[in-house]
């Protein structure tokens, strides 16, 4: 069996490292922070570790369903969508994950597109 | 610069939120910048209950005049993010007068730090809860197609070692007539029906030490003395036996459809395996399964005919009737026996 990308670079101490440092870029940025204005702290992180996790084949996953579900109050556009999508390369990048590596996380977020975005 | 400079300098600098306030008023004295950017552009002279709404100032002075200190936390959001600060209040003397040193941590980090772990547990246990169950359905697969301590070789060692059982005893069972009931029937009710005898025999079996080894169309194997030798193998598969027909009586007595049974049991020798690699089973083979099997096609309706080697090891309970002979082996003809017994009911599973 293939290695998750989670297990690749090392489970959940480096997970936490990226969860916690996406958050940071998340919340700085104007586009996307303003989602988070009414979350609280711990559902954020939450959110954050699930996805994060889930993204590099860790303990986590969500069904199309779920995220149509959870998205399904917020008007995101395709303007909303791409800082998402260069916010969270960055990250990754920064926290040494391989470019073919980087893009196979980008591929599978990018197939969600449609689920969140109007 | 003045060692006082220095500390002054210090104090507004560092990391930590630093206020001091007038005991008595519980006014703001001093704080310092960093006190400032987590509180916002605070003027002295302020009440500490207009800074943080909802404050506790009964249990603050009561605590202070007390024991002289007192700690709390505040949340609150500063640039979309949580903030959490640890209060830690000090009483103190400035000359004469009674005040309270407030210091200020930012507990921010550690609180998001427990959200994540929280998180992440929570996945991890649901994960493991998972992962139990699949294990569990697993496990309960592989036991209904070997014995426990077959699985328990094959879980340790992912091999099983062919082991020979000498002596054992094989029951096999048919049903007379199974594949006319098969086209007359809908196929549903024959399975619903099967699956009802089989279960029976499977609680009789499993009561009287036979544990059922193949079930294919309308034939039944259970073998008695193993994966444990046990002494009296012979009686446990007869025992057995003589329920099965006892059990197909009492049903075909109150059901619609009539089963009616042949009963082969052999002692002998088997060997007991998991076979395959890719789709493996756990089989049992050699002359008592092959005795049994052929015992069977001697046996009329509703009757158990076995080899000697089985009755010599019946006890008087039974009573075997010379059946004449057959050819069990090639090129060797042996003595069969009808066997017969008195169930009394309360023995009766």
């Not at chain 2, 006892?246 to 049991?265: E, S």
């Amino acid at each position: 069996m293939t290695k998750s990308l989670f297990e690749k670079y090392g489970g959940f101490s480096v997970v936490s490292k990226i969860v916690l440092d996406l958050y940071d870029r998340l919340l700085d940025d104007d586009e996307v922070g303003p989602f988070f204005d009414d979350v609280e702290m711990a559902r954020i992180v939450d959110h954050q570790t699930k996805f994060i996790s889930s993204l590099m084949g860790g303990p986590a996953s969500y069904t199309d369903d779920q995220i149509e579900k959870m998205h399904a109050r917020l008007t995101i556009t395709d303007a909303h969508f791409d800082p998402l999508e260069s916010i969270r390369r960055e990250t990754l990048t920064d926290h040494g994950l391989a470019p073919e590596d980087v893009e196979a996380v980008a591929a599978a977020f990018e197939a969600r597109r449609g689920l969140v975005v109007e | 610069m003045s060692i006082a400079a220095i500390n002054e300098q210090l104090l507004r600098a560092i990391g930590v939120g630093v206020a001091l306030l007038d005991l008595d008023t519980l006014r703001l004295r001093f704080c310092n910048d960093t006190f400032r950017e987590w509180f916002g552009e605070i003027e002295v002279g302020q009440h500490l209950i207009d800074l943080f709404s909802g404050f506790d100032v009964e249990a603050l002075k009561e605590a202070l005049n007390g024991e002289g200190r007192y700690t709390t936390e505040t949340t609150f959001r500063l640039r979309r993010r949580t903030m959490t600060i640890a209060m830690a209040f000090n009483r103190a003397l400035d000359g004469d007068e009674a005040i309270a040193v407030l210091v200020c941590q930012n507990i921010s980090r550690i609180k998001e730090l427990e959200s994540m772990i929280d998180s992440y547990s929570m996945m991890v246990e649901r994960n493991t809860r998972e992962i139990k169950r699949e294990k569990e359905q697993v496990e309960k697969l592989l036991l209904n197609m070997m014995p426990r301590s077959v699985y328990e070789e094959y879980k340790t060692f992912g091999i099983v070692t062919p082991r020979l059982y000498d002596p054992v005893a094989v029951v096999c069972l048919d049903f007379i007539g199974f594949a006319e009931m098969v086209t007359a029937h809908d196929p549903g009710v024959i399975v619903s029906e099967l699956n009802d005898i089989y279960t029976a025999f499977d609680r009789i079996g499993e009561q009287f030490g036979c544990a059922r080894i193949r079930a294919v169309g309308d034939l039944y194997i259970g073998v008695a003395g193993m994966p444990d030798p046990t002494e009296d193998h012979a009686q446990s598969a007869a025992n057995a036996a003589v329920r099965f027909l006892r059990y197909l009586k009492q049903r075909n007595a109150t059901h619609p459809i009539q089963w009616t049974c042949r009963v082969g049991i052999a002692a002998g020798p088997v060997v007991g395996s998991v076979v395959g690699v890719q789709k493996y089973i756990y089989d049992v083979f050699g002359p008592a399964v092959v005795h049994a099997s052929r015992l069977r096609y001697h046996a009329g309706p509703m009757q158990i005919v076995g080899n000697r080697a089985l009755i010599d090891r019946l006890d008087d309970q039974y009573v075997a009737r010379p059946s004449g002979q057959a050819e069990l082996t090639e090129g060797r003809k042996e003595d069969l026996f009808a066997i017969e017994a008195e169930v009394p009911a309360a023995q009766d599973t």
